[in-house]
């Protein structure tokens, strides 16, 4: 008895799925640095620009020497292909050599937000039972503290380009002796569906999750990237968004190696050396965020050589001012790249993000499961090629893998879309248990459960508060136990600093008899965002 046939949207899912595998054979991250050295070994691939000191450059072949180096250092060290490896770094070049290193000898990045605490850094090591962590001087006691169970720690010798020592008293190995004479070294056959890297994203669970991403994920990422900006061999462009994340990683750094061009790193954003960096390097475009580019847009714009900068929505009224092309675009560490993204020719309105990626398939669902038209709004869902095109899973998390996907591939964003009358499309609002502060996100329930943790409060929610300029910041309600001191906001506060990176520290506590609910169970919280009144400028 034969099978049925499968129905045609299967058949085509299935066609369209050995076709992006089928792209991906034969390459991996090292073969794709190994092209360019081939082609433009001279030529810059990074350069360093730190706030103190001289900037310095890498040119591909300098750099696949140095990331051979730190690879063979690693590898004498007792690393293998597949053990995971912490790097918790601000913006460096110790940071770039180090991950593309974990790339030559088949080990997997663990890129860690610089922001979190002890805490954080111990559910980083253990969830992916990482082997070895580098790092900087300022972060070595605070790893060696939180995650016992390294083998070892290497720490830079500076922060950032400041010159630094880590504590005397901390154990650890300086970087410069991971650098082993590559010369031996012995390239790995292209591996494009090995695992390349882990970024962990907030969700709505009380912990963040590990992306894992594969080699492949990591080549789509830099050639799509590269493909909806047209990126050119001579473009050069400026990265200050923090490496650790996909907007800085893939958008720029990937998209860059990809087309074989230029990137100039910085620590982090500075508005009041921005321009002058531009024009020293005659950078091309970049990778922003809406404050940032307010934040520019009350400078004098000197003569530079921008053609467009991505700035997440559209925002035409700055173009002439600017001098600049700005693109909208939507995208997520599960999506690798834009999902959704403006044509630089065809840049779309005000305040849109585009139109739908050609590599990708999406659906906007209302409420009630239709798909949304022109003027509605709905719930983003987005399909590819898991390990290709999306990211392959959450790392040891089956039950969050199962709950992102429905059972036909669509993956669920979180995200609220409006479809413009034109067909644009529009960022409308997030999950309601999401916040985002300052570019980051943040998972209310997560600050909710570190809350508990104080045995003050009977019952808490948190909500954003409105910001004029970092877009929404952690706001607390909560009702105390009985016998709890008067201090209990101050107290709260305290321990989430203590428990909390920064960005996810409650701003404001209120004390409150009772909660309002939608239903028995659950807490209404648009009444309680209601109640909050934004924050402007006026205001600090």
């Given at each position: 008895m034969t099978s049925p046939d499968p129905a045609p949207e299967t058949r085509l899912t299935e066609t369209i799925d050995h076709a992006r595998h089928q792209v991906m054979l034969g390459m991996d991250m090292p073969w794709l640095v190994d092209q360019w050295v081939k082609r433009s070994p001279d030529k810059p691939f990074m350069i360093w620009e730190p706030f103190v000191g001289e900037s310095t450059?890498?040119?591909?072949?300098?750099?696949?020497?140095?990331?051979?180096?730190?690879?063979?250092?690693?590898?004498?060290?007792?690393?293998?292909?597949?053990?995971f490896v912490l790097l918790h770094m601000d913006n460096s070049p110790e940071f770039v050599v180090s991950w593309f290193a974990c790339a030559e000898l088949g080990a997997v990045a663990v890129s860690t937000n610089t922001r979190s605490?002890?805490?954080?850094?111990?559910?980083?090591?253990?969830?992916?039972?990482?082997?070895?962590?580098?790092?900087?001087?300022?972060?070595?006691?605070?790893?060696?503290?939180?995650?016992?169970?390294?083998?070892?720690?290497?720490?830079?010798?500076?922060?950032?380009?400041?010159?630094?020592?880590?504590?005397?008293?901390?154990?650890?190995?300086?970087?410069?002796?991971?650098?082993?004479?590559?010369?031996?070294?012995?390239?790995?056959?292209?591996?494009?569906?090995?695992?390349?890297?882990?970024?962990?994203?907030?969700?709505?669970?009380?912990?963040?999750?590990?992306?894992?991403?594969?080699?492949?994920?990591?080549?789509?990422?830099?050639?799509?990237?590269?493909?909806?900006?047209?990126?050119?061999?001579?473009?050069?462009?400026?990265?200050?968004?923090?490496?650790f994340h996909t907007n800085a990683q893939a958008y720029s750094m990937l998209a860059t190696l990809w087309s074989g061009g230029t990137f100039v790193l910085q620590p982090k954003f500075s508005a009041s050396r921005f321009w002058d960096v531009s024009v020293k390097h005659r950078t091309t475009w970049l990778s922003t965020i809406p404050f940032m580019v307010k934040a520019l847009a009350e400078l004098p714009v000197p003569e530079h050589c921008y053609r467009f900068w991505g700035t997440a929505v559209r925002l035409p009224t700055l173009d002439d001012h600017l001098g600049v092309v700005t693109l909208g675009w939507w995208g997520m560490t599960e999506t690798l790249t834009q999902g959704i993204v403006s044509d630089y020719d065809h840049p779309g309105p005000e305040h849109s993000i585009g139109r739908a990626a050609s590599e990708y398939?999406?659906?906007?669902?209302?409420?009630?499961?239709?798909?949304?038209?022109?003027?509605?709004?709905?719930?983003?869902?987005?399909?590819?090629?898991?390990?290709?095109?999306?990211?392959?899973?959450?790392?040891?998390?089956?039950?969050?893998?199962?709950?992102?996907?429905?059972?036909?591939?669509?993956?669920?964003?979180?995200?609220?879309?409006?479809?413009?009358?034109?067909?644009?499309?529009?960022?409308?609002?997030?999950?309601?248990?999401?916040?985002?502060?300052?570019?980051?996100?943040?998972?209310?329930?997560?600050?909710?459960?570190?809350?508990?943790?104080?045995?003050?409060?009977?019952?808490?929610?948190?909500?954003?508060?409105?910001?004029?300029?970092?877009?929404?910041?952690?706001?607390?309600?909560?009702?105390?136990?009985?016998?709890?001191?008067?201090?209990?906001?101050?107290?709260?506060?305290?321990?989430?600093?203590?428990?909390?990176?920064?960005?996810?520290?409650?701003?404001?506590?209120?004390?409150?008899?009772?909660?309002?609910?939608?239903?028995?169970?659950?807490?209404a919280k648009n009444e309680l965002r209601d109640r909050l009144t934004p924050v402007t400028d006026r205001d600090v």
């Open positions: 450059t890498w040119t591909y072949s300098g750099f696949q020497t140095h990331a051979r180096a730190v690879a063979t250092g690693l590898s004498e060290r007792g690393i293998e292909k597949g053990d605490v002890g805490r954080d850094m111990t559910y980083f090591a253990e969830h992916t039972q990482a082997v070895c962590a580098i790092t900087q001087p300022a972060f070595a006691a605070m790893i060696h503290e939180s995650c016992p169970d390294l083998r070892f720690i290497a720490v830079t010798d500076n922060d950032v380009g400041e010159p630094a020592e880590p504590p005397a008293e901390i154990p650890t190995i300086e970087f410069s002796s991971l650098r082993s004479d590559p010369e031996g070294w012995v390239a790995r056959s292209p591996e494009p569906y090995a695992s390349l890297g882990v970024q962990f994203t907030s969700g709505t669970t009380s912990r963040p999750k590990a992306v894992l991403w594969t080699h492949a994920n990591g080549l789509w990422a830099g050639s799509i990237s590269a493909a909806h900006m047209r990126l050119r061999t001579d473009d050069i462009s400026l990265v200050f968004l923090p490496m398939e999406i659906q906007v669902r209302t409420p009630g499961g239709s798909l949304a038209g022109p003027g509605e709004s709905g719930r983003l869902f987005i399909r590819g090629v898991r390990g290709v095109s999306l990211f392959k899973e959450y790392y040891r998390n089956p039950e969050a893998n199962d709950a992102a996907f429905d059972s036909d591939g669509w993956f669920d964003t979180g995200d609220i879309i409006r479809v413009g009358a034109d067909g644009y499309l529009y960022f409308s609002d997030r999950d309601k248990d999401m916040l985002k502060t300052g570019g980051e996100n943040v998972a209310a329930s997560e600050v909710e459960s570190v809350i508990m943790l104080t045995g003050l409060v009977e019952e808490c929610a948190v909500v954003g508060q409105k910001h004029y300029m970092l877009d929404e910041v952690p706001v607390a309600f909560v009702i105390p136990k009985a016998g709890a001191p008067e201090s209990i906001s101050e107290n709260i506060i305290e321990f989430c600093e203590q428990n909390l990176a920064d960005f996810k520290v409650v701003t404001a506590v209120h004390v409150v008899d009772s909660l309002p609910r939608s239903t028995l169970e659950k807490v």
